[in-house]
């Protein structure tokens, strides 16, 4: 199986900061990565796919980019609802393993 | 709009099993594979299969092998999953999500003696 590792776990930042999240595969997988948001007791919500395609909906303040084995989710101008945990995907291969989350958090 | 509907939470003993269902509308759907994600308590996702529901063919995660069955009825448009031989460890959310991208809105299982 490919092991998806997040980093940091958690991160704590204020309002109007610009964040990023770090996705890195255990092999290559191209772009074929994903990141969601959850808020608790929520259904996750999809942002990205193929690693840089925004879905529809989603706010341009969110940007992914990478490709092979390492990848980023970044978040512009933090806004108090975007504090949530956050996923990366990948879906080269079965099973499609997640990562193991990014707590996102209000300084 | 794409609408994914699943079904009521569910309280099971440890051996049973138990179906989950998610009525979809607002697309084809049978253009569309359906995933299965489960989140215990506090914990992260983990991805546990996938349907065609085109065809019928089905994935599943290694882990969950020979204990779960994804199914569909298309004139109905609706997937099924069925675990059995449940654990405690088995108390989660499932979701159903198309092509992961949209979700259903979960449903909560607790396997409790």
């Known amino acids: 199986d490919i092991q998806m590792t997040q980093s940091p776990s958690s991160l704590s930042a204020s309002v109007g900061d610009r964040v990023t999240i770090t996705c890195r595969a255990s092999?290559?997988?191209?772009?074929?990565l994903a990141w969601f948001q959850q808020k608790p007791g929520k259904a996750p919500k999809s942002l990205i796919f193929?690693?840089?395609s925004l879905q529809s909906g989603v706010p341009s303040k969110f940007s992914g980019s990478g490709s092979g084995t390492d990848f980023t989710l970044t978040i512009s101008s933090l806004q108090p609802e975007d504090f949530a945990t956050y996923y990366c995907?990948?879906?080269?291969?079965?099973?499609?393993?997640f990562g193991q989350g990014t707590n996102l958090e209000i300084k | 709009q794409v609408q994914l509907v699943q079904s009521g939470a569910e309280v099971k003993k440890p051996g049973a099993s138990v179906k989950v269902s998610c009525k979809a509308s607002?697309?084809?759907?049978?253009?569309?594979?359906m995933h299965w994600v489960r989140q215990a308590p506090g914990q992260g996702l983990e991805w546990m299969g996938i349907?065609?529901?085109?065809?019928?063919?089905?994935t599943y995660a290694q882990k969950f092998q020979g204990r779960i069955t994804m199914t569909r009825d298309t004139s109905t448009s609706t997937v099924y999953m069925e675990v059995s031989s449940l654990r405690s460890d088995d108390t989660a959310v499932y979701y159903c999500?198309?092509?992961?991208?949209?979700w259903g809105q979960g449903t909560l299982v607790i396997v409790s003696a």
């Open positions: 999500a198309r092509d992961g991208a949209d």
């Open positions: 607002g697309y084809t759907f049978t253009n569309h594979y």
């Open positions: 349907i065609n529901p085109g065809g019928g063919r089905t």
């Open positions: 092999q290559g997988i191209s772009n074929y």
């Open positions: 193929a690693a840089s």
């Open positions: 995907q990948q879906y080269n291969s079965y099973p499609y393993t």
